[in-house]
């Protein structure tokens, strides 16, 4: 459920900053169903995730995690 939050505070973000930039947009209501806001906050809620399964491959020292290491890297 703390993820699901944390998504969903994700997405107003997106929201609010697209805002700022310059689209107009008069009230915060039903940002979650705003395309770009989803696609952002699942971006980074992806991000967040497969860090979470590299900590795990790290410390189980699984070639993977190796791979992730260099990407992260990048």
């Known amino acids: 459920r703390?993820?699901?939050?944390?998504?969903?505070?994700?997405?107003?973000?997106?929201?609010?900053?697209r805002r700022t930039?310059?689209?107009?947009?008069?009230?915060t209501q039903g940002f979650e169903f705003?395309?770009?806001?989803?696609?952002?906050?699942?971006?980074k809620f992806t991000y967040?995730?497969?860090?979470?399964?590299?900590?795990?491959?790290k410390q189980q020292k699984k070639p993977e995690a190796a791979d992730i290491a260099l990407l992260l890297k990048r």
């Open 34 to 43: 705003s395309p770009e806001a989803r696609a952002q906050a699942d971006l």
């Open 21 to 27: 930039l310059g689209v107009s947009i008069p009230t």
């Open 48 to 57: 967040v995730v497969s860090c979470q399964i590299y900590g795990q491959q």
């Open 2 to 17: 703390g993820m699901m939050y944390y998504r969903r505070a994700l997405m107003l973000q997106s929201f609010l900053e």
